[in-house]
Each structure stands twice: as structure tokens, then as C-alpha cells.
């Protein structure tokens, strides 16, 4: 009766990549698997890239035409090189020349100015709407709840889920801080009630950015929901799951797959459905000239500084694994060699291409921190330091779904842990050293972070904060000039003994 199509978490990645995770891992564990990362990027080539994610939508929808619905999870308008210097607009204007028909905005939307991110808002030409979004003075909902759509016969209702914990997560400056989020069981049954009396749909998407895991347990407690659209933590789901009578999903990130949908929808219920992962593969795929004309014209302005060249990499520089990677050992160990503290901090974000061994243009570095962030530097006791960690342990491996916040675990140098993630929260940690040195509760430690905000929690009791001023991206980028051949492996600063 109708296909639903659907992207998450793009980050805006207009230009194909190298992105895939590498295979064959030991679950949440960290061992390297460099050989065959690179081996499977020779074979498939660069994946995504908007022109081909285009192409493959225009695609899906002459299968099925006029029954079809092309929905857009978010983390969609940050995350990329491009959006370090254009902030997005490059990227809303590709969605309009494919023609989204709604959209979620996820955490990293809410990373820009208020002004800003209102901004893309009013130049999207399609629906951006969430349900848990409202303002802090009167709690009323800031965009559009939910939109309604006729595909042929079919009356579908569509609503948004933004981050439920953006609050927390989003940079301090940025749009989030004028706005309440929260996961909202009460207020989703409300709406879907209302909804049904009110519009008497058909059929009721759930566009969420609340990560699989979340979203999963969010249909089970909340009923009515045909159709849950997932995004936010990567999830490349090649079967999806059903659970209180809703069919859970999510594609993967960065336009390496766009998802199509299909349901057979009779008396208000799927009967049937069929989905499937559509993999974007350049080699396998002509790119859309319309939209390639637009991904020209965005990097135009920008193309010399992008394409400079800084310096090689001998080895692959890797972004996404659960518990540490090349790329985040890079970052913290140049910013702890930088700024001659103890330990350094750097989040583990899921989005950025990694980088083959060869050279290593400046737009690489942009995707890797697409961010003007500041290095903080800080003292912290070791008893702080200790309840730090096993707290960012516990957001990471939490039974509960909804009490996860944040990404994989926190990428740091200048520190070994041994942990046991079988034991209760706040006792995971079973060995630790820093510097080489045993460590101690009453000793005060140097840590230097960006992005982190640990300095502005009080839990954790951190003195003699001071923002150095310096930009984490520009350290990075001046380090790679200045050695002009880098290596990056995986070592033994972190083992978790459960996966050893």
C-alpha cells in the first residue's frame, strides 16, 4: 500500500566516504581489525554521498510511485567538513532537491545557535517536527508534534522524537540550552490519543532520534505506533524488529544505506511488510546532477582550504569502536602532549569518516572534529576522578536503554583502566594507573579536555578551570603539519575483562 523511505544520521556527508565498521569484532571489545577495514574499502569503494543517495531515493520511488513517503531521522545538518564552514545550509538545501517530506531534529542539529538552527528550520521546505521539544517558560512544543500525509488511499500520521537527552549531551552555546527535551511517555499517549480521535489515521510513524537501543524499549511501553524510524546511534539493522505490534529500525549513518519500507496496510493495521537496507555504493550507482551541481556549488567557496594537503598517515585512523580507537587516541594523546597534563579527554563521537593510510587533507581533519571547541584544562582529585569514570562507564553500558546518554566510552590518554562491566555500577573499575603510576584517590591530576563539559559539573569538583583558548581542531590540524607523518594503533590503555 505505501513505502516508507528513509536516511539517518547523514551528518552532512555530501561527498562519498570511507565508512564501515570494522568487521568480525569482538563485541564492545578493542581489537584491531586495520587489515581487513582496508581490504573491504578497496573492494567496495566509498560508499554514500549525496548525489548517489539521490539517485538510489529517485529510485525507490519510481518502484512505487505516488505511494511513497521519504522521512529523514537526524544528525543530519552538523558533522561533516563542509559543515564546520557553512553550518548546514549546503545540506537543507540538498534535501529540498530531493524532496524530504518530514524530518527529526537529533542532537546535533540543536549544536548551532539558536538563531541559526531556527534558520535552517524556516529554509527547509519540508516539515522538521518533534513532540518532546518545548520551551522552558511555558512547556508547550516549539515545532510542529506531528504532520499528516495522504499516500493514495492511506491517511498517515507522522511524528517527531528528538534526543530526549540533548540537554546534557549539546555544546553549551549552542540551540539546546533554550529548550526542554525528555523521553515523554505520558505526553506520547496523550498525542497518539488525540491523533486518533482527531485524524483517524491509517497507519502512525515514529520518526525518532532516540538511539535503537531507547527507541526499542519506547515501543514496547507506548502503544500505537505502526512504524518506528530510528536514528541516532548508527545502527546498521539488516532485519527489523517488532515489538508491541511496531516495526523498529534504523539504516545505518553517513548515506551508507537508504532504507525502503514497504507495508501492506488493511482496516488500520500492517498485515505485511517488507524492508530492506539499500546499500549506496559508488561504484554501483550514477550520481544525481542536480544535486551534484549543489554539492559543487557548496564546496566552491571553500574547495582551497579544504583540499590543502597537511601531512600522511602510515596507518588507518579509525573513528567508531565502543571502547577506544585509533583516531580518538590521536586526538587525546596530541592534546595531552599539547597542554603537558596528566590525562586528556575527548567524547567518542560516532559520526567522521576514517582515514585510509595516505594523505590527509584539511577537509579530513574538519570531518573528524567539525568543531571551533576549546581545549579546558583543570584539576580533579582522584576520588572525582575514579567517580567520573565509573559514572561515563555506567551511561555506556547500562542495562536500561534510557539511561544511556552519551555515545561509546569516553576517548582519553594518559590513564590504563581494567574493567569489569559484569560487576554493579560504581564498581567497574578494578585497576587503574595514571602516567604509569599507581593511582590515587587523594592525589590531584592535570586534565586537559574539549567538549567534554566536565569541568562544569559539580559532582566531580573541578578546580583551577581554565579555557586555554585554543582550538582542538587547529592543535590536531598543526601537529599533523609539524610531524608530517602520524601513526595511530590501539593499545592497552583500556581493557575490559568480560570480552578478554
Same mark, same amino acid.
Given at each position: 500500500s505505501?513505502?516508507i523511505?528513509?536516511?539517518?544520521?547523514i551528518?552532512?556527508?555530501?561527498?562519498p566516504?570511507y565508512?564501515?565498521?570494522l568487521?568480525d569484532?569482538?563485541?564492545?571489545?578493542t581489537?584491531s581489525?586495520?587489515g581487513?577495514?582496508i581490504?573491504k574499502a +578497496?573492494?567496495e569503494?566509498k560508499?554514500?554521498?549525496m548525489a548517489?543517495?539521490?539517485?538510489?531515493?529517485?529510485k525507490?520511488?519510481?518502484?512505487?510511485?505516488?505511494k511513497?513517503?521519504?522521512?529523514d531521522?537526524?544528525?543530519?545538518?552538523?558533522g561533516g567538513?563542509?559543515?564546520f564552514l557553512d553550518?548546514?545550509?549546503?545540506m537543507?538545501k540538498?534535501?529540498n532537491a530531493?524532496?524530504?517530506?518530514?524530518?527529526?531534529?537529533?542532537?546535533w542539529?540543536?549544536?548551532?545557535?539558536n538563531?541559526h538552527f531556527?534558520?535552517l528550520i524556516?529554509?527547509?521546505?519540508f516539515?522538521?517536527?518533534?513532540?518532546?521539544?518545548?520551551d522552558k517558560?511555558?512547556?508547550?512544543?516549539?515545532l510542529?508534534?506531528?504532520?499528516?500525509r495522504?499516500?493514495g488511499?492511506?491517511k498517515?500520521?507522522?511524528?517527531g522524537?528528538?534526543y !530526549?537527552?540533548?540537554a546534557l549531551t549539546?555544546?553549551?552555546?549552542g540551540a539546546?540550552?533554550?529548550y526542554n527535551f525528555?523521553?515523554k511517555e505520558?505526553?506520547a499517549?496523550e498525542l497518539?490519543s488525540e491523533?486518533r480521535k482527531?485524524?483517524?489515521p491509517?497507519?502512525?510513524?515514529l520518526?525518532?532520534h532516540?538511539?535503537?537501543?531507547?527507541?526499542?524499549?519506547?515501543?514496547?511501553r507506548v502503544n500505537?505506533?505502526d512504524?518506528?524510524l530510528?536514528g =541516532?546511534? =548508527?545502527?546498521?539493522?539488516?532485519? !527489523?524488529v517488532?515489538?508491541?505490534?511496531?516495526?523498529?529500525f534504523?539504516?545505518?549513518? =553517513?548515506?551508507k544505506y537508504?532504507?525502503?519500507?514497504?507495508?501492506?496496510?488493511?482496516?488500520k493495521?500492517v498485515?505485511d511488510?517488507?524492508?530492506?537496507?539499500?546499500?549506496?555504493?559508488?561504484?554501483r550507482i550514477?550520481?544525481?546532477?542536480k544535486?551534484? +551541481?549543489?554539492?559543487?556549488?557548496a564546496y566552491?567557496?571553500?574547495k582551497?582550504e579544504?583540499?590543502?594537503?597537511i601531512?600522511?598517515?602510515?596507518?588507518?585512523l579509525h573513528?567508531?569502536?565502543f571502547w577506544?580507537s585509533?583516531?580518538?587516541n590521536?586526538?587525546t594523546?596530541?592534546m595531552?602532549e599539547t597542554h603537558?597534563?596528566?590525562?586528556?579527554?575527548?567524547?567518542?563521537?560516532?559520526?567522521?569518516a576514517?582515514l585510509l593510510?595516505g594523505e590527509i587533507?584539511?577537509?579530513?581533519?574538519?570531518n573528524?572534529? !567539525?568543531t571551533?571547541? =576549546?581545549?579546558?584544562t583543570?584539576s580533579?582529585?582522584?576520588?572525582?576522578?575514579?567517580?567520573?569514570?565509573?559514572n561515563i562507564?555506567?551511561?555506556?553500558v547500562n +542495562?536500561d536503554?534510557?539511561?544511556?546518554v552519551?555515545?561509546?566510552?569516553?576517548r582519553?590518554?594518559?590513564?590504563?583502566?581494567?574493567?569489569?562491566?559484569?560487576k554493579?555500577t560504581g +564498581?567497574?573499575?578494578?585497576?587503574?594507573?595514571v602516567?604509569g603510576k599507581?593511582f590515587s584517590?587523594?592525589?590531584?591530576?592535570?586534565?586537559s579536555?574539549?567538549?567534554?563539559r566536565?569541568?562544569?559539573n !559539580?559532582?566531580?569538583?573541578a578546580?583551577?578551570v581554565?579555557?586555554t583558548?585554543?582550538?582542538?581542531v587547529?592543535?590536531?590540524?598543526?601537529y599533523?603539519?609539524?610531524?608530517?607523518?602520524?601513526t595511530?594503533s590501539?593499545d592497552?590503555?583500556?581493557?575490559?575483562?568480560?570480552?578478554e
Amino acid at each position: 500500500s505505501v513505502r516508507i523511505i528513509t536516511t539517518n544520521d547523514i551528518h552532512t556527508y555530501l561527498k562519498p566516504l570511507y565508512y564501515r565498521y570494522l568487521d568480525d569484532i569482538k563485541p564492545w571489545g578493542t581489537v584491531s581489525r586495520e587489515g581487513d577495514y582496508i581490504n573491504k574499502a +578497496k573492494i567496495e569503494g566509498k560508499i554514500g554521498g549525496m548525489a548517489y543517495v539521490a539517485t538510489m531515493i529517485k529510485k525507490l520511488r519510481a518502484e512505487k510511485p505516488g505511494k511513497n513517503l521519504l522521512l529523514d531521522a537526524g544528525d543530519t545538518w552538523h558533522g561533516g567538513g563542509i559543515s564546520f564552514l557553512d553550518k548546514g545550509v549546503s545540506m537543507v538545501k540538498v534535501m529540498n532537491a530531493i524532496g524530504y517530506d518530514a524530518m527529526v531534529p537529533g542532537n546535533w542539529e540543536f549544536f548551532y545557535n539558536n538563531d541559526h538552527f531556527l534558520d535552517l528550520i524556516e529554509s527547509a521546505k519540508f516539515p522538521v517536527i518533534a513532540f518532546n521539544l518545548t520551551d522552558k517558560d511555558w512547556e508547550e512544543p516549539v515545532l510542529d508534534q506531528y504532520i499528516i500525509r495522504k499516500i493514495g488511499k492511506l491517511k498517515i500520521a507522522v511524528i517527531g522524537f528528538t534526543y !530526549p537527552w540533548t540537554a546534557l549531551t549539546s555544546a553549551a552555546t549552542g540551540a539546546a540550552k533554550m529548550y526542554n527535551f525528555g523521553i515523554k511517555e505520558d505526553a506520547a499517549r496523550e498525542l497518539l490519543s488525540e491523533i486518533r480521535k482527531k485524524e483517524d489515521p491509517d497507519l502512525v510513524i515514529l520518526i525518532s532520534h532516540g538511539g535503537f537501543g531507547l527507541d526499542q524499549k519506547f515501543a514496547k511501553r507506548v502503544n500505537g505506533i505502526d512504524v518506528l524510524l530510528s536514528g =541516532h546511534t =548508527h545502527d546498521e539493522v539488516a532485519d !527489523p524488529v517488532v515489538w508491541n505490534n511496531t516495526i523498529v529500525f534504523q539504516g545505518g549513518a =553517513h548515506g551508507k544505506y537508504v532504507v525502503s519500507l514497504d507495508l501492506d496496510v488493511k482496516n488500520k493495521k500492517v498485515v505485511d511488510f517488507e524492508y530492506r537496507l539499500n546499500k549506496v555504493m559508488q561504484k554501483r550507482i550514477k550520481p544525481d546532477p542536480k544535486v551534484s +551541481k549543489l554539492i559543487e556549488q557548496a564546496y566552491r567557496p571553500h574547495k582551497s582550504e579544504l583540499s590543502k594537503k597537511i601531512g600522511k598517515s602510515g596507518s588507518l585512523l579509525h573513528r567508531r569502536d565502543f571502547w577506544q580507537s585509533t583516531l580518538g587516541n590521536l586526538i587525546t594523546d596530541v592534546m595531552r602532549e599539547t597542554h603537558r597534563t596528566d590525562i586528556a579527554f575527548f567524547p567518542a563521537w560516532r559520526f567522521g569518516a576514517s582515514l585510509l593510510p595516505g594523505e590527509i587533507t584539511k577537509e579530513d581533519i574538519y570531518n573528524i572534529i !567539525p568543531t571551533q571547541g =576549546h581545549v579546558f584544562t583543570f584539576s580533579m582529585r582522584g576520588k572525582e576522578l575514579r567517580n567520573l569514570l565509573e559514572n561515563i562507564i555506567s551511561s555506556v553500558v547500562n +542495562k536500561d536503554p534510557y539511561t544511556r546518554v552519551g555515545g561509546d566510552m569516553i576517548r582519553f590518554s594518559g590513564m590504563k583502566l581494567i574493567c569489569d562491566i559484569t560487576k554493579p555500577t560504581g +564498581k567497574r573499575i578494578i585497576k587503574m594507573s595514571v602516567g604509569g603510576k599507581e593511582f590515587s584517590e587523594d592525589t590531584v591530576y592535570r586534565i586537559s579536555s574539549a567538549h567534554s563539559r566536565f569541568q562544569n559539573n !559539580p559532582l566531580f569538583g573541578a578546580t583551577h578551570v581554565k579555557d586555554t583558548g585554543k582550538k582542538i581542531v587547529e592543535e590536531l590540524i598543526n601537529y599533523i603539519e609539524r610531524e608530517a607523518n602520524i601513526t595511530s594503533s590501539l593499545d592497552d590503555r583500556i581493557k575490559v575483562l568480560a570480552f578478554e
